[in-house]
């Protein structure tokens, strides 16, 4: 019989809810919580599989978001280990990423419902011009000026018709998802060192 311990699921989505999180914990066996965890992991996907109402950030979110709820619903919840001034970051970086999402959303149905319809050279025209009001949505603007300078190659190769408009779909999503890591890394940084670093 295994010797009961108390697993930690390490938050790669700690920024997802409106309370100050650090990590879900529950009192399993390892196989029990590779287990958990595959399901829901499972679960989270299949949630969102078919919602393509956003960005491959605003996806991932809302799969963090689904990961969370199906493991607090096999009955792991969160534990909090942080002083006063960590529990403040946490909430401000809460806050940020919620008006980060609202002021993404209009960008991203117009890119949704007027650029991808046009053709291939207006199309990439089209995104290139709602740049600046992404960088100025962000809480990171120089993550989000990375993100556009790593996309500009992409582009080019698009427009030379090197890449399909599927494949260069798919290397934006991929970019997205890498950008968001590094904005969890830097809040995760920032709440451990108790600092905000964000633009608001």
Same mark, same amino acid.
């Not at 117009?110 to 990439?124: G, H, L």
């Given at each position: ?35 958990? $965890?595959?399901?829901?992991?499972? /679960? ?20 963090? /978001? ?24 946490? $909430? ?10 609202? $002021?993404?959303e ?6 949704? $419902? ?14 290139n011009e ?31 018709? /090197? ?12 970019? /997205? ?8 890394e ?11 670093t964000?633009?608001y």
């Open positions: 019989m295994y010797k009961h311990f108390i697993f930690f699921i390490v938050a790669s989505f700690l920024i997802t809810g409106c309370a100050p999180k650090n990590q879900l914990v529950k009192d399993v066996t390892p196989d029990q919580l590779g287990k958990d $965890n595959g399901e829901c992991k499972l /679960e989270a996907q299949k949630a969102t599989q078919f919602d393509l109402s956003g960005s491959a950030l605003v996806q991932q979110i809302r799969q963090n /978001e689904a990961l969370e709820n199906c493991l607090q619903a096999k009955g792991y919840v969160w534990q909090q280990e942080s002083n006063e001034q960590q529990n403040d970051i946490k $909430n401000r970086y809460t806050q940020a990423v919620t008006k980060w999402k609202i $002021n993404l209009p960008i991203q149905e117009y890119i949704i $419902n007027i650029c991808r319809p046009q053709e291939d050279k207006d199309y990439v025209k089209c995104i709602k740049n600046e009001e992404i960088i100025a949505a962000s809480f990171f603007p120089d993550l989000e000026i990375k993100l556009s300078n790593a996309l500009k190659e992409s582009k080019n190769q698009f427009l030379r018709k /090197e890449i399909t408009r599927k494949e260069f779909r798919d290397v934006v999503s991929q970019l /997205e998802r890498e950008h968001w890591n590094k904005m969890k830097r809040m995760n940084n920032d709440i451990k060192a108790g600092v905000y964000g633009k």
